[in-house]
């Protein structure tokens, strides 16, 4: 499982900043699997995401990030590392973040959320996962 460990600020992030570390971990692992002589195609390329807050707009979803309490989240990692955990976003920017981490080798996505948030469930689902493809 791959993490970019750059932590979100104040729910933004930079996707070429977190693309880039993604890539270099990548990197990494390529010359590990080379040095074993073990097929990269062997090695499952996930990514996980903590925390996930999506609006259909920039503004929908950071009035949810300033809403939410992570001391009230069901899930201990969203509770230790507090709001830095959490990735906000609008629809499109998550299109293009989860479509960069594609086209830099991720084969697979973990994303956490709070059951609570049917909306962010709703839109990751309908809106955001069905727009990302292999070779886009």
Known sequence: N???GIPARDGHFEIDERVEAIKRKLAALDGHCDDLDRPRDEILR???TLSLILGETEADARRKYDAFD???????GTRANGKGGILTAS???AID???AMVDAG???FLVQLEATD???I?????EVMPRISRGS
């Open 70 to 76: 992570p001391d009230r989240s069901a899930s201990p």
């Open 106 to 108: 991720i084969d697979y």
């Open 118 to 120: 049917t909306e962010t």
């Open 46 to 48: 996930t990514h996980f």
């Open 91 to 93: 629809v499109e920017k």
């Open 122 to 126: 709703e839109l990751l689902g309908r």
């Open 97 to 99: 973040y989860y479509q």
């Open 2 to 4: 791959i993490q970019e």
